[in-house]
């Protein structure tokens, strides 16, 4: 007796095709929110770092210049314009050093601190001719939300202390990202 079997047709059925393409669908649709959560992500970290490391940087270069100050002063006319310290600019008078870091006798370099619009922060270097710091502009942050600074005596020739609260914020999309530094800072012998 011959039995015949019947060749199945090569080929997928219906369903086989339904179900290989519902999980390629599922894998697409993965791989987007994958993408989709990276960027998000990553946009974040990039917006927090940016206020977070303006902040960082504000402090720090205010720190550098006030720590080795002599004196808060009250006016100084730099060579474009003149500054005035207040509770939203600092104006310092520096010892000036030469190429080795010594302190030159008798000179001095001079810097403000001052805002530019309402988030733009500026620092001015008008240092002396023998003195090693070099003279210019830097805008230090465009993402300053607030600036107070406090003197610890209204007389400019008696601060010993400047202590500055900086608030720094950014946008990342609906979320706004804040970062806030405060600091007391002692002038240089005292």
């Known amino acids: ?15 086989e095709t339904v179900i290989v393409i519902a999980i390629g669908a599922s894998v697409i649709i993965a791989i987007a929110l994958l993408v989709y959560n990276f960027n998000k992500i990553s946009a974040y970290n990039t917006i927090s770092a940016r206020s977070s490391g303006s902040a960082t940087a504000i402090m720090r ?11 808060v002063l009250q006016t100084h006319t730099f060579p474009n314009a003149s500054y005035t310290s207040t509770a939203d600019s600092l104006v310092l008078e520096i010892p000036s050093i030469d190429i080795s870091g010594n302190i030159i006798a008798s000179t001095y370099d001079y810097a403000a601190f001052y805002i530019v619009g309402t988030t733009n922060l500026y620092r001015v270097l008008q240092p002396n001719a023998l003195s090693a710091r070099v003279s210019g502009t830097k805008l230090l942050s465009s993402t300053l939300s607030s600036l107070t ?6 007389d400019f020739t008696k601060v010993s202390v400047a202590t500055v609260d900086i608030q720094t914020q950014a946008n990342a999309k609906k979320d706004i990202l804040t970062d806030r530094r405060r600091e007391q800072i002692r002038l240089r012998n005292h």
């Open 1 to 15: 007796m011959i039995t015949y079997r019947s060749k199945r047709p090569g080929g997928f059925t219906m369903i």
């Open 149 to 154: 600074i406090t003197y610890n005596d209204m």
């Open 61 to 71: 270069e205010i720190e550098s210049l006030v720590l080795p100050a002599n004196a």
